[in-house]
Structures are given as structure tokens and as C-alpha cells.
């Protein structure tokens, strides 16, 4: 059975807070997680929307994939990052996006030491 869509904010803290080097804080007044104090993704004014960090390749990639989970703004057009709807997103792109948003920020050594904790 297909993961059913939809996740909140505190989902995704919990589930980036299993990452390490992870610490929540504030940016423009939201909710947000760095990773060793490099942004990562913050919760929208909005409250359903979430702004995460991802190579540009990857963002092209989702847009056209799942445009009803994944928007680009102007605002983030030059900018390696990308948008998703907390209510379309389910549990296993989450999670699957959450590492790759991690692994695109994390310094070198700490993705070293995940990637030699795994083996």
C-alpha cells in the first residue's frame, strides 16, 4: 500500500532531527534546521510549505516529477532550493528528500563520518 500523503512540520523536524549535525533555530521568523549552522529548510509564512535546500539538477527533476508536491518561486529561481506542499508530501519522499537536502549541506567530515556509521 502506497505511503498516503501529507506530513506536518513537526514530522519533518523529528525526521531531520535523526540527521546529524542538526539544530533547529529561527530564519525570517520561522521554524528552521540548519546543519552545523548551514541553512537547510525552514517552514513558509504560510505554514504548509517548506523551503529545502537541493542541487539545482535534482530541483529540475522534481518539478517535473511531482509538480503537485514540488513549486519553485521567483524568489528561489537562482538559488539551490526548492519547495513542497507538507499536505501532498508523503512519508518516503520526505525522508528520501530530507537526506539528499542533508547530504547537499553537511561538511565534508560529518557526511564522512554518516556515510562510515552506515557501513
Same mark, same amino acid.
Given at each position: ?7 506536518? /512540520? ?28 548551514? /541553512?537547510? !529548510?525552514? !517552514? ?52 528520501? !528528500? ?11 567530515? !560529518?557526511?564522512?563520518? /554518516? ?5
Amino acid at each position: 500500500m502506497p505511503p498516503v500523503a501529507g506530513v506536518t /512540520f513537526d514530522d519533518v523536524r523529528a525526521r531531520a532531527g535523526e540527521l546529524p549535525g542538526t539544530e533547529e533555530g529561527l530564519c525570517f521568523g520561522t521554524p528552521a534546521i540548519r546543519v552545523k549552522g548551514k /541553512f537547510f !529548510l525552514r !517552514l513558509k509564512e504560510d505554514a504548509e510549505t517548506v523551503v529545502i535546500k537541493v542541487p539545482l539538477d535534482v530541483r529540475e527533476a522534481l518539478l517535473h516529477a511531482e509538480p503537485r508536491v514540488f513549486y519553485i518561486t521567483d524568489h528561489y529561481r537562482d538559488y539551490p532550493a526548492i519547495l513542497f506542499r507538507l499536505p501532498e508530501i508523503d512519508s518516503d519522499q520526505l525522508a528520501d !528528500l530530507l537526506e539528499m537536502g542533508w547530504r547537499f549541506v553537511a561538511p565534508k567530515r !560529518l557526511l564522512a563520518a /554518516f556515510e562510515a556509521a552506515k557501513e
